[in-house]
């Protein structure tokens, strides 16, 4: 597979075909200093047929339910081991405006990239212009890492067989057979020790640590490429024969694109990964692929000043590692893609809330969440490989509402407390009610700062929400919230093997959030449909414009078509368009997926199709999955679908595998405009059309802008009004003025905002210019093309503008938005 880099693919080169990550072991430090994260990670591997899926067996007697402690007894022990020159592995922590702990070391890197070794790795070839590593002839075995923006300091192979307590392993019968050579026994007490069974999970981790900490018992040649670091060991020609335990020591780089160094709306320094297009390979070396699915353990070390919150399963708490610095431990049992792992360090506060009450219920006449099938399910085993399971603990399965926190700036404490705090838990207990078991023990929330180039994002156990979320009363806030709570079954639990069929995760919870919604306000049925309606509605004409304003390439569900989830022989492919910076600000994939879905609803009924959507989380939860997986089992669980002409092939041929509006939603739109609140709006509409009117002759008519000639309008409402007078030609200042006081829309939220700046922006109303200017400073996950509708009027004052408010924010602006408006404005 040859890469060509002046494209926008991203390449994914890590030979996971070869050899597959299981778990990783990282100790860093943050240094805000240098703005750089530093130390070691311990990478362990299984090879050949080992990397294939785990048993189906299943988990007898392990219950997650304990998974909650934070495991001070056994695995945040300090294992005693020397790491040998452990201080060139490692940074030392410090922050703006704090007291400085150290400086962490120099970058040892050459310009073209390779690092430590040079004379050993001299003969390495690099793989700038080709995927597939092959394995032929005398050649030593490449070893290729997803990697990019980081400084390779060493990399050395682990010696597991010194670490106290490991005889356990040697003593095994499996390793009876094993060879004399020293090599040989490391990597079976590897093989050993990922292969324990789900419920010796703590047993597990405290080995990993242990093993993590061992010494070195030799050094690694390596290279480091564009968007690889490969490694291999003198005369080692075979996967089965490569270190299964190797330790590599690294730095971060200031300008690596995984993480955002920032400060808060606070003015505190932070940092945090950002959803970056290329995901975690500029935070650590790792198999970027989907199917390394992996579990972790990580301590992060950062100034006693910070708050440390990470993907983990337990709510850890710091300990004091020397005066001043404070160390957190985290760890996750649920394997999972690289790319999934988060983290954020800042100053955050936590959000409490004053008493323990929840008015957060089960709307169970709505949606029965267990039937007599889903009773069954604890009697199943579960499809994936084996791992301390939630949805096989009985005590897991009842939990309505899961242990949560919530994190923001202080600045932000008080808006969180009024808006978002009671949200999640009747978000959580609504999800619950649809879906069943939560996927993940706990959840995080965190308010993340204003260069956060969305509204969320969803991780194992952590969400971030963007300031944006929180003005304007709860609507937005809470559909966001569902939204990406719905990410933790679609996306997260439920993964999909091809990162380019996206709407596997997003369309799924663009098609949830409404549904989540509907039951966490308790609305009647008559009404959560006709809101549904309401919303689809402003979905089909956002898809609309997207379709005639877009690449075709950009519009497809399933670019790859009959070659999805194919990859090269050694496991490395290239994801289509990954690179692409537009791409980021498409909704294409969340919209066209929801439809699908909701024609799907619509033809085999609600409860059905929930019924349906409960057991296929039942059946898939823990794995990664293709389209035709949930098409195939959706017509044999449902085969009236089949009566209505769907099959999997007319799925793909009219959804999937084409651009443009899918022909049968065209018809289906017809419905959405004649609803009650679309009708409602469009006599809100030829009311201000009037008013218009009115203002254009210069009318004397007093109270021409009466309040009380005007409805009270849901959000969403308002919203497709303001939509509806932007394809007006022209109104006056008046009659924006009137608009503005009608329905106090500086104060409403940052959806209903945003058309509003598009109607200063289109009638140059200077009056509304600083509500424009300060939309793009605080919400810069809408803004973006703001500045090009400011650009393309050729007004003087609309363009300072723009320049003004760019030159503001763009220091610390996300990278692709930053892209994106420097295209527009030079």
């Avoid at 200093?33 to 530093?38: D, T």
């Avoid at 945040?76 to 962490?104: E, I, R, W, Y």
């Avoid at 006449?365 to 791992?387: N, T």
């Avoid at 210019?769 to 300060?774: A, I, L, R």
Wanted: charged share 25%.
């Amino acid at each position: 597979m040859e890469l060509d880099f002046t494209k926008d693919d991203l390449p994914l080169m890590a030979n996971t075909s070869h050899m597959l990550v299981r778990h990783y072991v990282l100790d860093v430090d943050v240094d805000f200093r240098s703005r750089v994260i530093g130390g070691t990670i311990v990478l362990f591997f299984e090879t050949g047929g080992r990397c294939r899926k785990g048993s189906n067996e299943q988990l007898e007697g392990v219950c997650h339910s304990q998974l909650d402690e934070t495991c001070h007894n056994q695995v945040d022990q300090t294992c005693c081991l020397p790491v040998p020159n452990a201080s060139a592995c490692s940074t030392k922590s410090g922050c703006n405006d704090f007291p400085v702990c150290g400086k962490g070391e120099n970058d040892t890197s050459d310009k073209n990239g390779s690092h430590g070794n040079r004379e050993q790795a001299s003969g390495i070839s690099s793989s700038k212009n080709c995927c597939d590593i092959e394995i032929h002839g005398s050649e030593d075995f490449l070893l290729v890492l997803d990697c990019c923006d980081l400084s390779v300091l060493k990399v050395e192979e682990v010696d597991v067989a010194v670490v106290p307590g490991i005889d356990k392993f040697i003593t095994s019968e499996k390793l009876m057979d094993a060879s004399e050579d020293p090599g040989d026994l490391r990597n079976q007490i590897v093989h050993e020790l990922v292969t324990l069974p789900a419920d010796h999970w703590r047993e597990q981790l405290y080995y990993y640590r242990c093993c993590s900490q061992a010494p070195a018992c030799g050094e690694l040649l390596f290279v480091t490429g564009p968007w690889s670091l490969e490694i291999r060991k003198a005369g080692v020609q075979l996967p089965k024969d490569f270190p299964q335990a190797i330790r590599i020591c690294y730095k971060t780089k200031p300008e690596g694109r995984s993480l955002s160094w920032t400060a808060d709306q606070s003015d505190r320094p932070c940092v945090y990964t950002i959803g970056s297009p290329i995901n975690n390979r500029a935070l650590f070396p790792c198999q970027e692929p989907p199917v390394a699915m992996s579990t972790w353990q990580a301590t992060v070390q950062a100034d006693a000043c910070f708050v440390v919150l990470m993907s983990g399963e337990n709510a850890a708490e710091p300990t004091e590692s020397e005066k001043g610095i404070f160390s957190w431990f985290y760890y996750v049992t649920m394997p999972m893609p690289a790319s999934t792992f988060t983290i954020a360090v800042g100053c955050w506060s936590e959000v409490k809330q004053e008493t323990c009450g929840t008015d957060a219920q089960r709307n169970e006449e709505r949606f029965p969440l267990h039937s007599k099938a889903d009773v069954r399910m604890f009697e199943q085993a579960c499809g994936h490989s084996p791992y301390p399971c939630r949805f096989q603990d009985p005590v897991a399965a009842a939990q309505v509402v899961i242990p949560h926190r919530l994190f923001a700036p202080g600045c932000l404490k008080e808006s969180c407390e009024k808006v978002l705090l009671q949200l999640i838990p009747q978000c959580l207990s609504a999800a619950y009610a649809l879906l069943g078991t939560h996927p993940f023990s706990r959840l995080d929330v965190l308010i993340v700062p204003s260069n956060f180039s969305s509204l969320g994002m969803a991780s194992p156990h952590i969400i971030f929400l963007s300031q944006s979320t929180l003005p304007g009363g709860n609507h937005l806030c809470g559909t966001r919230l569902c939204h990406e709570i719905a990410h933790a079954w679609f996306g997260l639990a439920i993964g999909a093997r091809d990162w380019t069929e996206e709407w596997l995760s997003e369309g799924f919870a663009t098609h949830l959030e409404d549904a989540f919604w509907s039951v966490a306000q308790q609305l009647p049925v008559g009404e959560a449909k006709e809101q549904q309606h309401l919303k689809a509605l402003l979905r089909w004409q956002r898809l609309r414009d997207e379709v005639q304003n877009s690449e075709e390439d950009l519009q497809v569900l399933r670019p790859n078509k009959e070659n999805t989830g194919k990859v090269s022989e050694s496991g490395a492919s290239v994801i289509k368009h990954g690179l692409n910076a537009g791409k980021t600000f498409l909704q294409v994939h969340y919209l066209k997926g929801y439809f699908l879905l909701q024609s799907f609803v619509r033809k085999a009924g609600e409860a059905a199709y929930f019924a349906f959507l409960r057991k296929f989380v039942q059946d898939f939860h823990g794995q990664l999955i293709l389209s035709q997986d949930f098409l195939h089992l959706l017509l044999k669980d449902i085969p009236q679908l089949t009566r209505h002409g769907l099959s999997v092939e007319n799925v793909f041929q009219k959804w999937l595998d084409c651009s443009g509006i899918p022909k049968p939603l065209l018809e289906a739109s017809r419905a959405w405009q004649e609803c009650r609140l679309a009708q409602q709006v469009n006599e809100e509409v030829a009311k201000w059309i009037q008013v218009n009117q009115r203002a254009r002759k210069r009318s004397r008519r007093k109270r021409q802008c009466e309040e009380a000639a005007f409805q009270k309008l849901l959000p969403d409402q308002l919203v497709l009004v303001l939509e509806r007078l932007l394809e007006k030609k022209t109104l006056c200042s008046k009659t924006l003025e009137c608009l503005q006081k009608i329905y106090h829309l500086r104060e409403q939220d940052a959806e209903v905002r945003h058309r509003w700046c598009e109607l200063v922006i289109k009638h140059k109303y200077i009056a509304g210019y600083g509500n424009v200017e300060k939309f793009l400073k605080e919400d810069q996950a809408m803004g973006v093309y703001l500045y090009g509708e400011l650009m393309v009027n050729e007004d003087e004052k609309q363009q300072e503008l723009a320049y003004k408010s760019f030159a503001t924010v763009r220091d610390q602006m996300d990278v692709s938005s930053a892209k994106i408006v420097t295209e527009m404005l030079f």
